[in-house]
């Protein structure tokens, strides 16, 4: 489970292998609270999420296992 991260503008979702491929960007809107991520064509293993600002600042950076 990702915990919540306050949306206050546009933010870039990154979802990075661990070799710092993209696997996917998804952007999340100003005030969007929730949003899905189908992960089930990901092959199992360590991922990292990185919330960017639209200028490339990271905001945060999230580790996850895939089974």
């Not at 503008?9 to 100003?30: A, C």
């Not at 990185?50 to 895939?66: G, H």
């Amino acid at each position: 489970m990702v915990e919540s991260i306050l949306i206050e503008n546009n933010i870039l979702m990154n979802i990075v292998n661990t070799n710092g491929q993209l696997i996917e960007s998804i952007n999340i809107e100003d005030g969007q609270q929730r949003f899905d991520i189908d992960l089930g064509n990901v092959p199992r293993g360590i991922y990292l999420l990185q919330f960017t600002k639209t200028n490339n600042q990271i905001l945060e950076t999230k580790r996850i296992v895939i089974h």
